[in-house]
């Protein structure tokens, strides 16, 4: 069974650089053939898929974030990381990281993680 938890901040000012971690256990995120990505759910909105990084390390990320979005990983930790640069309140969110590709191709989810931007 595959598990993620994200953490990180809970608060982040506006201009600052949200970072957040996910680890996960149950399984290695070099396994070929899988990706994890990082989805973010505003409120009162849906989910929005930010980025993933592949087993191999590549990265990929959505058009609308990809100048502010950083996606890296430390396999020896079995951990992989967001950094969204120059929040702004609008990226106030419940952030998951999860395996798969897409929204559509999730089948594991961490429990989430709030974050608010303010000042």
């Known amino acids: 069974q595959v598990q993620l938890q994200e953490s990180g901040p809970g608060l982040v000012k506006p201009s600052q650089t949200l970072s957040l971690t996910c680890t996960v256990s149950?399984?290695?995120?070099?396994?070929?053939?899988?990706?994890w990505s990082w989805i973010r759910q505003p409120p009162g909105k849906g989910l929005e898929w930010m980025g993933a990084?592949?087993?191999?390390?590549?990265?990929y990320y959505s058009p609308s974030l990809k100048s502010r979005t950083s996606i890296s990983r430390d396999t020896s930790k079995n951990q992989f990381t967001l950094q969204l640069s120059s929040v702004t309140p609008e990226d106030t969110a419940v952030y998951y990281c999860?395996?798969?590709?897409?929204?559509?191709?999730?089948?594991?989810w961490g429990q989430g993680t709030q974050v608010t931007v303010s000042s």
């Open positions: 990084i592949a087993y191999s390390g590549s990265t």
């Open positions: 149950g399984g290695s995120i070099t396994t070929n053939g899988y990706y």
């Open positions: 999860a395996r798969g590709g897409s929204i559509a191709t999730i089948d594991y």
